[in-house]
Structures are given as structure tokens and as C-alpha cells.
């Protein structure tokens, strides 16, 4: 086989941004917030309700874990295609299309009456979600030309986000005291009028002159979407059967066999899905690294926490949520610190000093977390801040390194790298338990040497993810490096070819 041909792309100058200020643009970003509230309340706002839900369509506990990943799942696979599918057809064209299928599933809970019917719904609001969610950064980064307002936006929106994340499991409880469980999924509809509304009348029509022309590339969707499908189904397997299990290895070797195909497909098509070329720069590849560094830690932390504190020290569902409260209060109290830290410190520093920080809350839950709640608390707080800041900071410095007429695909990769990561971390830390824990983690009431093989897990696991993620960040600041940016990207170069 002949080298592949690397078409290089400078990025594409464009108009300013109809925007001068966020107050002009608040009605378009009252939409895009009520999208990303959609996507952070998803699947916190309905977990509450499993039990629930499990007692009244007799479902099995496997049934009811694909309630969550047969969302999940879908949302993570179909996020690039989507996000290269907008950046072709219009970004604001496939959000409100994405929107109005949200809007008729969550309608369509009235009628479930089995598990079945209910992971159908769940699974096409994944589709939904990944049409919508890559737009929501892109669409907020075109609504400005300046770099201070940008980050701005994009903090408001994580905000609204964030407030969802955090309030979504109380919210969930509340409302089941009196309403139906169907009623937590029904919420989405106000949310979906409200999301359509500030789209339509605040976010300008695409201009088709800033619009990808290529030819759509079928193969590369096919073997992209399968790798990501078999990485995220990965983590379950290894939860519910074991790593002894042939299935979950099958499912990490399907994976990699997908993913060298995909990058073969990519590297040799004259119009490939993904411009690998694009993803190389300095801006773009140190951007996706720290984001991936950082949803790799706060996975692996987030799954260490919950079964600690209630297996390993036998609190009450209500008293761990209590324990989460560090966390919850930095997420929702940071937002308005966010865009100064940022201007203080520049967006490349704010991005790797955020992802360090979630590297370094792992680090000191790893060392500590095992003394007592205390070293929880601090490992929390570091992961929180670094969390509120690196969305912005990574998403930022990805989209800026993109041209003008790839930033839906470049939102699609951030939240792809994370969705991913989160389940590399969520595999590892089962793995290791499955490796080092005899008998069921879930069935509590541990002996002594049990209690012994969980904090043995929890140090390896932890060693492993923050030795892990500390390269990533590494790497990602040697990518960003002023030399490397200055350098850009290396090898020959010829002008995109022209759209059939």
C-alpha cells in the first residue's frame, strides 16, 4: 500500500460572532444551557428511581443497569459521528432535530409498561443527547468572536449543568414521594420547549458557505462507532460477569481491533470521517489529553468513593450523599471564579493546572483515603475545582486549534474522550477488584479480610489511574508547549481537495 496522502487544513477564516456581550446573546444561551441541564440531570435524576422502577416491571438487576448504559452507550458512540454530521448539514439544524426526538421519547414514557420498552426509550434519548450535546460547546465558541467571552459562555452553560448534576438525585427523591416515576423523565419536556425556543429565535441559521463539504464517510462511521460501542460496553461486562469472564475481553480486543481499523480507514480515505491530520495539532491533541485525563481520575474516584463509603464503612445511602457534599458545593459555588482564573492565568496554563488538579485529588484519595473521611473531603475538593475549570479550559484550546467549519466534530471528540476515559477508569477499578476482592463487593457485611482486599484494590486502582492520568497531563503540556504550538504540525501538506 502506497502512504496515505495528509491533507493539511489551515484553519478557515470566518465572521466575527453576532455577539458582543453575553447579555446580547442571553436568549441563545437560556437554549443551550437547557441542553447541557438535560444531559448532566439524564441520568442522576432517574438512578434514584431503579428500585422503584425495578419492583413495579419486575425487572432484573441486569435490565436495569442497560436503563442507564443503553443511554449511556449510545450517547458515547454516536457523539463524533453526530458531531461530523452537524459540521455537514448545520449545527443548529441537527440540535433542533435532536431536540424535537427528545421531546417525543420522553412523551413516550407514558406508555412503557416493560424494561424492554423502557431501555428503548432510554436508548433513543441517548440518541437524542448525542446530537444535541456536541453542538451545545460549538454552537456557544461561534457565538463570539473573543476568547474571554467564549470561556465565558461555556462556563455558564457547565454551571447550569452542574447545578442539574448536583441537585438531580434530590430533585429524583422528592419528586417520587408523591409522582409516579414516569414524572422524572417527563421533566424533559418543559426542558426540550425551553432548549427549542432560545435556539430558534437567539442562535443565527448556519451560513452553508461555513459548512463541511466532503463526501460522508460511511466506512470510518461504521468502524468508529463500533469501537466506541464495544469501549463503553466494555466496563459492564467486566462488572457483571468478572474478569474471569471471556465476554469482557472479547468486547476490549473488539475495540482495538475497531479503533487500528478506523485509524487505517481514516489515514488512506480522500475524505475520511475524522482528518486525523486536525486531531494532531498541538491545540487539538493537548486539549482531548487533558480532558481525558481528568474523566479518567474523577471516574475511577467517583466509583472508589461510592463503594467505599457505603460498603467498606457501612453508611446510609442518604449520610454518603451527605459525604459528597465537598464536591457538590466547589461544582456549583465555582462558576463565577472560573473565567478569572482563566484570564489571570492564561487558557494553556488554566488547562493543565485544572486537569492536574483532578490527577492530584486521585493522588490524595489513593494516599489518604483509606485513613478517613477527611482525606475523602480534601481528594473531593481538588478533583471538584480541577473538574470546573478543565471543561473550559481543554474545550477551549481543542475548538481554537479546529477550523471554523469543524468545531461541532471538535466538541463531539472532547465529550467522546471523556465518555470513553470515564469508562477506561470506571473498567480498571473493576478489574482490579475482581482481581484482588473474594466474593461479591456488593453483598456488604465483609470480613475482615475482605475489608483488607477493598483497601489493597482501592491503592492499586488508584496507583494505576493517577499514574495514568499524570502522563496524559504530561504529554498534553508538552504538546502545548509554546515551541510545539509555534511549530504546529509537521509533515507534508497540500491544500484540501476540492468537494465533489
Known amino acids: 500500500m502506497s502512504s496515505p496522502r495528509v491533507i493539511q487544513e489551515r484553519p478557515v477564516p470566518g465572521p466575527s460572532g453576532p455577539f458582543r456581550s453575553l447579555r446580547e446573546a442571553r436568549v441563545a444561551l437560556a437554549g443551550l444551557s437547557a441542553v447541557f441541564l438535560f444531559e448532566m440531570m439524564s441520568n442522576t435524576v432517574l438512578n434514584v428511581a431503579l428500585p422503584t422502577i425495578g419492583r413495579e416491571l419486575a425487572a432484573p438487576t441486569v435490565a436495569l443497569q442497560w436503563v442507564t448504559n443503553g443511554y449511556s452507550v449510545v450517547f458515547g458512540a454516536l457523539m463524533l459521528v453526530f458531531g461530523v454530521v452537524a459540521d455537514r448539514l448545520g449545527r443548529r439544524s441537527v440540535m433542533l432535530v435532536g431536540l424535537t426526538l427528545l421531546g417525543v421519547a420522553s412523551l413516550a414514557t407514558i406508555a412503557v409498561s416493560s424494561t424492554g420498552e423502557l431501555i428503548a426509550v432510554r436508548a433513543v434519548m441517548g440518541l437524542a443527547a448525542a446530537m444535541t450535546t456536541p453542538g451545545t460547546m460549538a454552537m456557544a465558541f461561534r457565538l463570539f468572536e473573543e476568547e474571554g467571552l467564549r470561556v465565558k459562555a461555556i462556563t455558564l452553560i457547565s454551571t447550569v449543568g452542574m447545578v442539574g448534576l448536583a441537585i438531580g438525585p434530590t430533585v429524583g427523591g422528592f419528586v417520587l414521594s408523591f409522582a409516579p416515576w414516569q414524572v422524572l423523565l417527563l421533566v424533559n419536556v418543559p426542558i426540550v420547549v425551553l432548549a427549542i425556543v432560545g435556539i430558534r429565535t437567539g442562535v443565527p441559521a448556519d451560513d452553508p458557505a461555513d459548512l463541511h463539504k466532503a463526501p460522508t464517510d460511511l466506512a470510518g462511521g461504521v468502524l468508529g462507532t463500533a469501537a466506541l460501542v464495544l469501549a463503553l460496553v466494555a466496563p459492564t461486562l467486566f462488572a457483571h460477569t468478572g474478569a474471569g469472564s471471556w465476554a469482557p475481553w472479547a468486547a476490549v480486543a473488539g475495540a482495538v481491533v475497531a479503533a487500528v481499523l478506523f485509524v487505517v480507514r481514516e489515514r488512506s480515505a480522500r475524505h475520511p470521517l475524522l482528518d486525523l491530520a486536525l486531531v494532531a495539532r498541538p491545540q487539538v491533541s493537548g486539549g482531548l489529553a487533558y480532558k481525558a485525563a481528568a474523566g479518567l481520575a474523577n471516574a475511577g474516584l467517583a466509583y472508589l468513593v461510592t463503594l467505599q463509603l457505603q460498603l467498606d464503612w457501612g ?128 453483598a456488604g457485611h465483609w470480613s475482615a479480610a475482605q475489608t483488607g482486599q477493598f483497601r489493597s484494590a482501592v491503592t492499586l486502582s488508584g496507583a ?28 507534508p501538506t497540500e491544500p484540501p481537495a476540492p468537494a465533489n
Open 315 to 442: 453508611w446510609s445511602p442518604a449520610l454518603a450523599s451527605l459525604g459528597m457534599l465537598p464536591q457538590v458545593a466547589v461544582l456549583i459555588a465555582g462558576g463565577p471564579f472560573v473565567h478569572r482564573f482563566v484570564e489571570r492565568v492564561g487558557i494553556d496554563r488554566a488547562a493543565w493546572l485544572s486537569a492536574g488538579s483532578v490527577v492530584t485529588g486521585l493522588a490524595i484519595y489513593t494516599l489518604c483515603g483509606n485513613l478517613g473521611y477527611p482525606g475523602v473531603a480534601v481528594a473531593l475538593v481538588f478533583v471538584a475545582a480541577g473538574m470546573r475549570v478543565v471543561g473550559a479550559a481543554a474545550g477551549v484550546n481543542v475548538l481554537n486549534g479546529l477550523p471554523r467549519n469543524r468545531t461541532s466534530t471538535g466538541a463531539a471528540l472532547i465529550d467522546t474522550a471523556a465518555e470513553v476515559t470515564a469508562a477506561v477508569g470506571v473498567a480498571v477499578v473493576g478489574t482490579v477488584l475482581a482481581a484482588l476482592f473474594a466474593g461479591n463487593v456488593a
Open 464 to 491: 494505576v489511574l493517577t499514574v495514568v492520568s499524570a502522563a496524559l497531563v504530561g504529554w498534553a503540556m508538552h504538546r502545548t508547549r509554546p515551541a510545539a504550538r509555534d511549530r504546529g504540525d509537521t509533515g
